[in-house]
């Protein structure tokens, strides 16, 4: 047949502007007919520097940055940069606004996977049936997290210290009103999805990451568990009180684009797991504790992270003891886990490269910061 | 709970595997001589006793005089963390090793820190601008790279430019 056909390889650009690529991100690959024997990405579209704009203000007003980051789980980021800060200043937060953060983060998780889930059947052709049961739950978490803080995509919740206010009149109601239906939806998705043929012909051994190559590119998240090894910062180094919860952590065997999809779709339990028992034992008291507004703290640095719906999120610290850091440094994980790309989609085919993309799920704004 | 190694034990564990590789050890952070840095850290890697397979996060800090990047390394088996720093010659022509053989996550990150910092990352394989376009005038995040035209800073009634390094250019008026 090689005799017959010959073919010659070429540059094909995946993005900037394309569906599948989840915000304005390019992959440049080069294909042979339908084989991609090389792929490079572009990134950079969405720079706005936040890192140099955060070091010119004080700690206080860095939060609205970390909302646009990772624009779909503004809450998770704006608590691993309020962790940092206090790692930093050695604040301490009260009881119950741990337990506001532990829900409100597990929430976001939930708006995010939906997210992730949604967007990764549509990339393997469940065309909108999938992401619109899924939408439909994370536009009840947006309702919720409008009621809380008054915005529902950047949220701008978390403060040094604790959150900015309390949970509003309702707020419990409102969550426990929505667990049985999102416990649902997770179902009917997985029942759609996960046994579907033409799913597991899509994600099956598709973008396989073994899992030696998952920890020596820095993997973290769902795409680490994805490829087996069990490693979840909540319960590795646990923050804002996780040891108390019961939870568990879902990996793959695998490590393919089928494996991921699973892990999150088991994650959405596992957080709604999380946000029960944080609701039956919501402690009284304050909120937060008072934090000067011109914060300085103590020359040194600090490095806190957190289990972000993507992956590990960390914030770098470095303080010369002025109102505003002297070093800002975000650990992306969407950006640090593309480092696979080219070994995830060299060899398979145009339409795979699309589903490894997907199941990286990544947030551009993220990436370019 | 993750714990994070003494940077001064840390210290002793990497002599102990490559004589001569530290500079100088503090509590929070055991910082290599650069010509040493991509051994010390791949013997570390493979070394049972730290074992730090997985690079979490690899960054820079301008010092003024110098430049310094800071590796995050951890096992995930034993669930420790540490802190390790290589720091450039001088700020002319700052230049580490690379360690994307040792760790291929750093290759993302080390592009990321040439971008912005100008920092050469000798032996990384396809060390290009990743974030802005080639050609850019300068690397935004050294700190004598001022944030608006004419030096003003945003939200600030003071010149940057003003006040003589090493003190930090950028200050609130009080």
New interface residues.
């Given amino acids: 047949m090689n005799d017959v056909v010959q073919s010659e390889p070429f540059v094909m650009n995946i993005g900037p502007q394309h569906p599948s690529t989840h915000g304005v991100f390019r992959v440049k690959a080069t294909v042979d007919g339908e084989r991609v024997v090389d792929a490079e990405m572009v990134?950079?579209y969405l720079?706005r520097?936040m890192?140099?704009?955060a070091?010119?203000?004080?700690y206080t007003q860095n939060i609205p940055f970390t909302d646009r980051t990772d624009y779909l789980s503004s809450m998770s980021n704006n608590l691993g940069y309020c962790l940092a800060v206090e790692k930093l200043a050695g604040i301490e937060t009260p009881p119950r606004g741990q337990a506001i953060r532990v829900i409100m983060a597990e929430l976001q998780r939930l708006a995010s996977h939906c997210m992730g889930a949604g967007a990764f059947a549509n990339d393997t052709g469940a065309w909108q049936t999938p992401i619109m049961w899924f939408m439909r739950e994370r536009e009840k978490i947006l309702d919720i997290f409008e009621m809380t803080s008054g915005a529902r995509l950047t949220c701008n919740y978390m403060r040094i210290g604790g959150v900015a206010f309390d949970l509003p009149p309702g707020f419990e109601e409102r969550v426990r009103e929505f667990i049985a239906p999102m416990r649902q939806t997770i179902a009917d998705g997985e029942g759609l999805l996960s046994g579907n043929e033409i799913f597991l012909a899509r994600a099956r051994d598709v973008a396989v990451v073994p899992h030696e190559?998952a920890?020596?590119?820095?993997?973290s998240g769902p795409m680490l568990r994805g490829s087996g090894?069990a490693?979840d910062i909540r319960k590795?180094?646990?923050y804002c009180g996780y040891e108390q919860y019961e939870f568990d952590i879902p990996i793959g065997y695998r490590g393919d684009a089928y494996d991921r999809f699973i892990v999150r779709l088991e994650e959405m339990r596992q957080s709604l797991r999380i946000v029960e028992q944080a609701l039956d034992g919501l402690p009284g008291g304050p909120h937060s504790t008072e934090v000067p507004l011109a914060l300085r703290p103590p020359a040194?640095?600090a490095?806190a992270?957190i289990e972000s719906p993507r992956g590990?999120l960390?914030y770098?610290l470095?303080s010369?003891e002025?109102?505003?850091p002297?070093?800002f440094?975000i650990?992306p994980p969407s950006?640090?886990n593309?480092?696979?790309l080219r070994e995830m989609t060299v060899g398979g085919s145009i339409a795979d490269a699309i589903v490894a993309l997907g199941s990286i799920d990544i947030v551009v704004g993220e990436i370019?910061? | 709970?993750?714990r994070w190694w003494d940077g001064v034990e840390l210290a002793r564990v990497a002599e102990r595997l490559v004589p001569g590789s530290v500079a100088r050890a503090e509590a929070?952070a055991c910082l290599l001589r650069p010509e040493r840095a991509v051994e010390t850290l791949r013997a570390l890697r493979d070394d049972a006793e730290t074992d730090f397979?997985?690079?979490?996060?690899l960054?820079a800090?301008?010092l003024w005089d110098r430049f310094e990047v800071?590796y995050?390394v951890q096992s995930?088996v034993r669930?420790r963390?540490a802190?390790l720093k290589v720091e450039t010659a001088d700020r002319e022509s700052p230049a580490v090793p690379s360690v994307t053989e040792v760790?291929?996550?750093?290759?993302?990150?080390e592009s990321?820190a040439y971008d912005?910092f100008g920092i050469r990352f000798e032996g990384h394989p396809n060390l290009q601008?990743?974030?802005?376009?080639d050609g850019y005038p300068g690397h935004?995040?050294r700190k004598d790279?001022l944030?608006m035209p004419g030096g003003l800073?945003?939200?600030?009634n003071e010149f940057a430019g003003a006040a003589p390094r090493p003190e930090?250019p950028?200050?609130?008026v009080p």
């Fill in positions: 990134i950079g720079h520097s890192e140099k704009l070091e010119e203000r004080t190559l920890i020596n590119a820095s993997l090894v490693w590795a180094d646990p040194g640095e490095y992270r590990e960390g770098y470095v010369d002025g109102p505003s002297y070093r440094h650990r950006l640090i593309l480092s696979v370019d910061r | 709970m993750t929070g397979a997985h690079l979490t996060n960054c800090v301008d800071v995050h995930l669930n963390i802190c760790w291929q996550g750093a290759w993302l990150q990321e912005l601008r990743i974030l802005l376009w935004p995040l790279f944030a800073q945003p939200g600030l930090p950028v200050r609130p």
